[in-house]
């Protein structure tokens, strides 16, 4: 079946860029979207059809899919960032989700 | 504004049932696809189900098929997860979540606005 691989953790110190990769089969195939989940929060939509920001996302939110892996660039990392981040994609008509990746803003 | 709130989530007992219900406003709820997303304690999150906007089209997760069925009633705005022979490792927070572009359910539809949740826990 159709898994999507992320780190568990990736940590960036304020201010610099950080890098968060979702590996999957084929993934550049697909469509890929990224949530922004904070504790004790609902998950947010920060990207979508893998480079698209809803409005109201910053701009240092951007993201690439290419090939097997769909990463996540934030640049100029806030320590509002800090967040737990889940990629997603589709399997036909079956959503995935990454396991998510913990952002420590150090 | 839109605004998703879920409802029926509470204790049940192992082998049993519960239903929950997500209310939408804020959008014209019959032209957009709705799904369920689940996420248990201190763990990731976990697709369920989507279902189209006319409520013809289900769609679930291998793990909850035959377990979990899914429907709307579009004149209250209201989408339900029918949830039975419940296991220990159903325990989890249910999100509601609607789709951005239609009513049909669409590979690579994003999930654009997330409820807060309610929670289920399956234990006797």
């Known amino acids: 079946s159709f898994e999507l691989i992320q780190p568990p953790s990736v940590s960036v110190s304020p201010g610099q860029t950080a890098s968060i990769t979702c590996s999957g089969e084929?993934?550049?195939?697909?469509?890929a979207c990224w949530f922004q989940q904070k504790p004790g929060q609902s998950p947010v939509l920060v990207i979508y059809?893998?480079?698209r920001r809803p409005s109201g996302i910053p701009e240092r939110f951007s993201a690439s899919n290419s090939g097997n892996t769909a990463t996540l660039t934030i640049s100029g990392t806030q320590a509002m960032d800090e967040a737990d981040y889940y990629c997603q994609s589709w399997d036909i008509s079956t959503a995935v989700f990454g396991g998510g990746t913990r952002l420590t803003v150090l | 504004e839109v605004q998703l709130l879920e409802s029926g989530g509470g204790l049940v007992q192992p082998g049993g049932s519960l239903r929950l219900s997500c209310v939408g406003t804020g959008f014209t709820f019959k032209n957009h696809a709705m799904t369920w997303v689940r996420q248990a304690p201190g763990k990731g999150l976990e697709w369920v189900s989507g279902?189209?906007?006319?409520?013809?089209?289900?769609y679930f997760a291998d793990s909850m098929k035959g377990r979990f069925t899914m429907s709307r009633d579009n004149s209250k705005n209201t989408v339900f997860l029918h949830m039975s022979s419940l296991r220990a490792e159903d325990t989890a927070t249910y999100y509601c979540a609607k789709t951005s572009w239609g009513s049909g359910w669409a590979n690579g539809d994003p999930f654009d606005r997330w409820g807060q949740g309610t929670l289920v826990t399956v234990s006797s």
């Open positions: 279902i189209s906007g006319n409520g013809i089209g289900t």
């Open positions: 059809q893998d480079t």
């Open positions: 084929k993934l550049e195939n697909k469509y």
